[in-house]
């Protein structure tokens, strides 16, 4: 366990509803990440902020996914509208702000969406 | 982001030593070396990281090639809890933002 968690842990949706996941990064973690990981291939990175802040988005962050970090604690991300391509297993980290600082990972929340 | 390779899958005896390599020729000066491992149905973690020098820590081994267009993580007596796709990331001086991760190694460990 490494103190960041990720809920729900499992997500099963049909094609076109809204689902919002939701992480809780180690306490003292001023930066948390949005990866995103589908089946035999590594992480990729979706969004990452700092405090409250959302400093980078990949292009793979279409219009349907947003997320947000309210004073700087937990994160939220919701895709709306889902397509079936978004069935992957999405992975949250957190990190301090450090020259080569540590990411430490959540379990992920693994979605289907049917 | 430089980019690494490393070979898909490698197999090795319980309580023996093994190399996982990683090819970063187009590594640059400022670049760190990161290896992080991701054991079935968790996240991945970090496992070490180095600049020029080689490193070790209570988890493995980190040998950099003297011109840094290679580098070997090294697990000194591997394990069954050691199975897990063990990814090579180059990352930049101060780079605060995200980690780039490839195929990564699938690592099997037999008893």
């Known amino acids: 366990d490494t103190g960041v968690s990720q809920d729900p842990r499992h997500k099963i949706t049909k094609r076109g509803q809204n689902v919002t996941f939701r992480c809780d990064p180690i306490?003292?973690?001023?930066?948390l990440y949005w990866y995103r990981q589908t089946l035999g291939q590594g992480p990729e990175f979706l969004t990452y902020?700092?405090?409250?802040?959302?400093?980078?988005k990949s292009r793979l962050l279409s219009d349907r996914f947003s997320a947000e970090r309210p004073k700087g604690s937990f994160s939220t991300l919701e895709i709306q509208r889902t397509e079936q391509g978004d069935s992957a297993m999405y992975l949250c980290a957190s990190s301090l702000v450090a020259e080569q600082e540590t990411q430490y990972f959540g379990p992920g929340t693994r979605l289907l969406v049917l | 982001d430089a980019k690494t390779t490393q070979p898909n899958s490698m197999e090795s005896n319980e309580e023996e030593p093994v190399h996982l390599p990683c090819n970063h020729s187009t590594i640059s000066g400022t670049d760190y070396i990161h290896w992080y491992r991701q054991l079935p149905s968790q996240g991945p973690e970090y496992v070490i990281h180095?600049?020029?020098s080689n490193v070790n820590n209570r988890m493995a081994s980190l040998a950099i090639a003297e011109d840094r267009k290679s580098s070997t993580l090294i697990l000194h007596r591997a394990t069954l809890r050691d199975a897990a796709v063990y990814y090579c990331i180059l990352r930049e001086f101060n780079a605060g933002n995200m980690l780039t991760f490839g195929g990564g190694t699938r690592l099997m460990v037999k008893p």
């Open positions: 306490s003292e973690h001023n930066r």
């Open positions: 180095g600049l020029t």
């Open positions: 902020f700092q405090n409250e802040a959302q400093l980078e």
